[in-house]
C-alpha cells in the first residue's frame, strides 16, 4: 500500500524520532538511526525539523571510544506548555507546566454557584489571564487533562456519578475543546493517580498494581498485565464499594457496608460528630466548636484522644479486611496508597504490615510490595497534564 499522505507520514516519523529522544535522551543521530532502524539521511532530516521546533537541542557530546565524539540530543521542554485541571467537590485547581514538568502556574478556583458552562468559562478566563500575564503564548499549548471525580465514559463523552454534580454531564469534552481549542482528555481522577504512578511514579516497574485512592471517597484503580483495567463498562477498581460489613450506612451505590461509607475521611468525620453529638467526649470538645475535620481528629488522636483513635482504628480495621479480599483476588505485586492523606495512608501501612498476613494467602503477602504515595494535592494536576503529554507524544 502507497501512502499517498506526506503530511501525516512526517508528523509521524518526527514524533517516533521525538518519544525516542525523550525516553532516552541524551542520545546521539547514530544511536537513533540504530535504534529506529532508518538511513542516516531521514533521522539527520528529521532531527533538524525537530530543532527548528525547538523541540530538540543539542546537549553536549558523547564520551569518545577512540573515533569521533558524537553530539548528543535531548528533548526541549522549555517553551511549549500543557494545563493540568483537577474538579473537586467545591474547587477547581489547575496549573500550567512547561514540557520539562517545571511548574508555570498554579491557582485554584471555588465551584460555588457555576453551572458546568461557567465552570469551564471561569476556568479560560484565568488560563487566557495568566497565559497574558506571563507572556506566553497560547498556541505554544500541546494540549489539557482534566481529573474527573466521577467515572469518565469515554464512548459516550460522559460523567457520571460523580462526587461534584456539576460536571454530571453528556458531551463534556467537547465543551472544553471548542473553549479552548486544544486537545483535552478526560480522566477518572483515581485512575488518574494510578496511572502517574505507574507510569512515572513509585510504582513502575510493577505489572500487577492495586492503587487505592483514599480521599474524601475511596477510590481505585487497576493494572493487571501491565494494562490500566477498566473493566467491561469503564467502572473497574470501584474499590470504595466492596462490601466490608453485613449491616450499616445507606452507600451512594445503592449497598449498604461499604467500606467507602465505613473507612473514608468523610465517613470518620461523621462517625466522630455523630457520636460527639451523643454525648461521648473527647480532647477536642474542650480546644473548638464541632464539627470536626478529619485533621482535626487526626491531630488529636496523636495526643491518645480515646474517641478519636477508635473512630480511626475502625476504620483501619475495615482497610484491612477490604485490602485482604483485594490481595486475595488479584495476586497483586504492589499495593499503592495514595490520595491526599499521606499521614492517613503512613498509619494504614503499618496496620497491613502487621495484619494482611493473618487474613490473606501468607505467600501472597509475602511477597507483596506495599507503597504509599509522597505527593501534596498538585499532584492531580500534574498526574492530568503527564496524561495530555503522553497523548500528544503518541498522536500524529
Ligand atoms: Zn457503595
Known amino acids: 500500500m502507497k501512502i499517498n499522505n506526506t503530511k501525516i507520514l512526517k508528523k509521524n516519523n518526527q514524533f517516533l524520532v521525538l518519544n525516542e529522544i525523550i525516553d532516552n535522551q541524551p542520545i546521539s543521530r547514530a544511536e537513533l538511526t540504530g535504534k529506529l532502524n532508518v538511513s542516516h539521511t531521514t533521522i539527520f532530516t528529521i532531527v533538524k525539523e525537530l530543532m527548528d521546533q525547538g523541540l530538540v537541542v543539542e546537549t553536549g557530546y558523547s564520551e569518545s571510544s577512540g573515533g569521533r565524539r558524537s553530539k548528543l540530543l535531548s528533548f526541549n521542554g522549555k517553551h511549549k506548555y500543557v494545563i493540568g485541571v483537577e474538579i473537586e467537590e467545591k474547587e477547581v485547581l489547575y496549573a500550567i507546566y512547561d514540557l520539562n514538568f517545571d511548574l508555570i502556574m498554579k491557582d485554584i478556583f471555588s465551584v460555588k454557584g457555576l ?23 497560547y498556541n505554544k499549548i500541546i494540549g489539557m487533562g482534566v481529573s474527573i471525580p466521577g467515572i469518565y465514559k469515554e464512548e459516550n463523552d460522559e460523567v457520571i456519578d460523580a462526587t461534584n454534580k456539576i460536571i454530571e454531564a453528556k458531551g463534556i469534552r467537547k465543551k472544553f475543546r471548542r ?21 512515572y511514579g513509585q510504582a513502575q516497574g510493577f505489572n500487577n498494581i492495586i492503587y487505592i485512592y483514599l480521599g474524601e471517597g475511596i477510590g481505585g484503580g487497576i493494572v493487571i498485565n501491565n494494562s490500566l483495567y477498566r473493566g467491561g463498562h469503564g467502572n473497574a477498581g470501584e474499590i470504595g464499594h466492596i462490601k466490608v460489613k453485613a449491616s450499616g450506612k445507606k ?25 460527639i453529638e451523643k454525648g461521648e467526649d473527647s480532647l477536642l470538645v474542650d480546644i473548638k466548636k464541632g464539627p470536626y475535620s478529619f485533621t482535626d481528629i487526626f491531630t488529636i488522636a496523636q495526643r491518645n484522644d480515646y474517641l478519636a483513635i477508635n473512630v480511626l482504628e475502625e476504620a483501619y480495621k475495615y482497610l484491612v479486611i477490604g485490602i485482604s479480599s483485594l490481595v486475595n483476588i488479584f495476586d497483586p505485586d504492589l499495593i499503592f496508597l495514595g490520595g491526599s492523606f499521606n499521614k492517613f495512608n503512613n498509619e494504614l501501612y503499618i496496620h497491613l504490615k502487621e495484619e494482611l498476613g493473618e487474613i490473606s494467602f501468607k505467600n501472597i503477602v509475602n511477597e507483596l510490595e506495599i507503597r504509599t504515595s509522597s505527593h501534596d494535592n498538585l499532584y492531580q494536576r500534574l498526574a492530568a497534564s503527564l496524561l495530555a503529554f503522553d497523548k500528544w507524544k503518541r498522536r500524529i
Open 115 to 137: 453551572e458546568l458552562d461557567g465552570l469551564i468559562d471561569k476556568l479560560d478566563q484565568k488560563i487566557r489571564a495568566a497565559v497574558t500575564d506571563l507572556d506566553l503564548e
Open 179 to 199: 473553549k479552548f481549542m486544544i486537545p483535552v482528555y478526560l480522566e477518572n481522577d483515581a485512575n488518574l493517580a494510578a496511572y502517574y504512578e505507574w507510569s
Open 251 to 275: 452507600c451512594a451505590c445503592g449497598g449498604v457496608g461499604c467500606l467507602e461509607s465505613i473507612a473514608s475521611i468523610t465517613a470518620i468525620e461523621d462517625q466522630f460528630n455523630e457520636r
